[in-house]
T-cell receptor, first 114, second 119 residues
Framework: GNSVTQMEGPVTLSEEAFLTINCTYT??????LFWYVQYPGEGLQLLLK?????DKGSNKGFEATYRKETTSFHLEKGSVQVSDSAVYFC?????????????FGKGTKLTVNP | KAGVTQTPRYLIKTRGQQVTLSCSPI?????VSWYQQTPGQGLQFLFE???????NKGNFPGRFSGRQFSNSRSEMNVSTLELGDSALYLC??????????????????FGQGTRLTVV
């Protein structure tokens, strides 16, 4: 089956620090890869995506590259802000059992201090 | 374009009761999935509907059920509520639902969720 191993938090950083959240996955076929973000009290928002090997997804200063050879999709940001404090989820979507579904990592809680 | 709408936002129920949650997907989206989110188990897949048919189901007891209507709106029902059913229930809609191993997969757009508390 499909599964995701995501770096567990919590992660606490100072403003302008560099962020990396590791994510590796197992999936059948050719998954598309997503990072979602959840702010307190809200649902999930799509942060970025990549749909084929070597694609780089980017949004709001966050980046992640689809590494098929290492089955990884690590999230990075060069300079975090207090407003980036949230929970981040890595989620591959693959064809499995005749349909497609997202499989989520456990989430990484990020706190950015001023 | 309106996003995914879930109603109600908050719900308090008593053990043994049943509850129905509603989800209206983004216009044009025919695939709707449901997830349960708890602090202990994280995000767990409940089921997915496409064109009124349940296409995939997670590992939840039969007390959890759902359906989808011809306008793609979906409902999920939980009968005989237990304390452990307290959770945030999230609905997600996607534009394209035909499974294809070799093609890119569509992103899912989530609603704000329904916070269910069972007392």
């Amino acid at each position: 089956g499909n599964s995701v191993t995501q770096m567990e938090g919590p992660v606490t950083l100072s403003e302008e620090a560099f962020l990396t959240i590791n994510c590796t996955y197992t999936a059948t076929g050719y998954p598309s890869l997503f990072w979602y973000v959840q702010y307190p009290g809200e649902g999930l928002q799509l942060l970025l995506k990549a749909t084929k090997a070597d694609d780089k997804g980017s949004n709001k200063g966050f980046e992640a590259t689809y590494r098929k050879e290492t089955t990884s999709f690590h999230l990075e940001k060069g300079s975090v802000q207090v407003s980036d404090s949230a929970v981040y989820f890595c989620a591959p979507r693959a064809c499995w059992g005749g349909s497609e579904k997202l499989v989520f990592g456990k989430g990484t809680k990020l706190t950015v201090n001023p | 374009k309106a996003g995914v709408t879930q109603t109600p936002r908050y719900l308090i129920k008593t053990r043994g009761q049943q509850v129905t949650l509603s989800c209206s997907p983004i216009s044009g989206h025919r695939s709707v999935s449901w997830y349960q989110q708890t602090p202990g188990q994280g995000l767990q897949f409940l089921f997915e509907y496409f064109s009124e048919t349940q296409r995939n189901k997670g590992n939840f007891p039969g007390r959890f059920s759902g359906r989808q209507f011809s306008n793609s709106r979906s409902e999920m029902n939980v009968s005989t509520l237990e304390l452990g059913d307290s959770a945030l229930y999230l609905c997600a809609s996607s534009f394209w639902g035909r499974p294809s191993p070799n093609k890119s997969k569509p992103e899912a757009f989530f609603g704000q969720g329904t916070r269910l508390t069972v007392v």
